[in-house]
């Protein structure tokens, strides 16, 4: 369960690299605003896997 972990955290922040250029690029509001959206949610499931992992390494301690 580890590994799946860090492969998401590692794919949710290589999305959030490559997509903030392209919100600074893009003049359309609602293709920012979905993008935004998006960013957002990753943003959170990143913190909430973030403290799973904090989590799962107390425990087995």
Request: aromatic share 16%; net charge positive.
């Amino acid at each position: 369960m580890t590994g799946s972990i860090f492969k998401t955290i590692r794919f949710l922040t290589l999305i959030n690299i490559f997509l903030l250029p392209f919100v600074i690029a893009v003049q359309s509001v609602i293709i920012r605003f979905v993008i935004g959206l998006f960013l957002g949610f990753s943003f959170i499931v990143l913190l909430s896997f973030s403290s799973k992992m904090r989590n799962l390494y107390e425990k087995n301690k």
